[in-house]
């Protein structure tokens, strides 16, 4: 056992100062004599121990917490497969299933188009690129752009059908304002091209190499069934059921949904006659003696349901008395 020659002697200088630390550091619980007496080694030791815990314990949670959003992503996927399989799939023995199947189409769909958004957000492209505050402004910037024209363009549409100012349809605008800005940001769905070009790569890899893999490429796999079937039903959706030639029938459906109301307080104008209050005070109706029913969101979206309609060729622009 070595003696301890700072143990009861002060340092003088910084030599002996150096040599007291040494001297501690190497020094062992037998030369201390009292073993309940913490040294600066032991205090340097717990605090090591501490930090490696934390450490532990932050990857420990960072892994729980990446398995549980992955367990959550594959989840969603199979509800998503579920939904659209129902769907779109030959008819079911089930009666309600045949009833809602455009329903669980379009919720699959939407299922799939949540799965991969998370998982582009996840990505550390993304990630790297969304974290600097450049990349936040030009997006701000473009999606308002992108707002501003779309409401535009959806005013004149309205116009365009019912000759008024698309100010006394304001739901019927909301909406047809939000499928053109889902149309015109369509080109961005090219990222999703290019991510799926990578998950196919990876499949390619697998394929090629399984020894190189400890499990098979699922996210992958998932990731591009998925993005197939939302690019589908995305070029569907823009270059065959919402064209321009489309839109006039659609609005005019739209509009009698959400906006023209049958009951009403004019005396002038019978019961069960669409109107729209056009002005701030409400004193004139815009009239529509057609009656059109439109019983589901399919017969919205399908051209050859929502087509079999013919406009008005004029309306009626009455005072409510």
Request: net charge neutral; with cysteine.
């Amino acid at each position: 056992m070595s003696e301890n020659k700072f143990k009861y002697q002060r340092p003088e200088n910084t030599k002996e100062h150096i040599e007291a630390i040494y001297e501690e550091f190497r020094s062992t619980p037998s030369d201390k004599g009292d073993e309940r007496k913490r040294t600066l080694k032991d205090l340097v030791s717990n605090l090591l121990d501490h930090a490696k815990k934390i450490e532990s314990t932050k990857d420990r949670d960072k892994k729980s917490d990446d398995y549980s959003i992955q367990f959550s992503l594959y989840a969603l996927a199979f509800i998503a497969v579920i939904f659209l399989w129902n769907g779109s799939g030959e008819p079911s023995e089930w009666e309600w299933i045949n009833t809602h199947r455009f329903a669980l189409k379009l919720w699959g769909i939407a299922f799939a188009a949540v799965f991969i958004g998370v998982s582009i957000e996840r990505s550390s492209l993304f990630k790297r690129l969304w974290s600097f505050g450049f990349t936040k402004i030009v997006a701000s910037v473009a999606i308002s752009a992108l707002l501003i024209f779309s409401t535009g363009k959806a005013s004149s549409l309205i116009n365009n059908v019912f000759g008024i100012d698309a100010s006394a349809f304001p739901l019927t605008r909301t909406y047809i304002t939000g499928l053109l800005a889902f149309q015109y940001s369509s080109p961005v769905l090219i990222v999703v091209v290019f991510f799926a070009i990578i998950h196919a790569l990876d499949i390619i890899g697998y394929i090629r190499s399984r020894q190189d893999y400890e499990f098979p490429p699922l996210n992958s796999i998932v990731f591009l069934l998925l993005a197939t079937v939302v690019l589908f039903f995305s070029w569907k959706w823009i270059y065959h059921d919402f064209t321009d030639n489309e839109y006039p029938t659609k609005i005019y459906r739209l509009a009698h949904i959400l906006d023209f109301n049958s009951r009403h307080s004019c005396t002038n104008i019978p019961q069960g006659v669409s109107v729209v209050f056009i002005g701030s005070n409400q004193s004139k109706v815009l009239v529509d003696t057609a009656n059109i029913q439109t019983e589901n969101i399919e017969s919205f979206v399908d051209p050859k349901i929502s087509g079999r309609i013919n406009l008005p060729e004029k309306y009626y622009l009455l005072p409510c008395i």
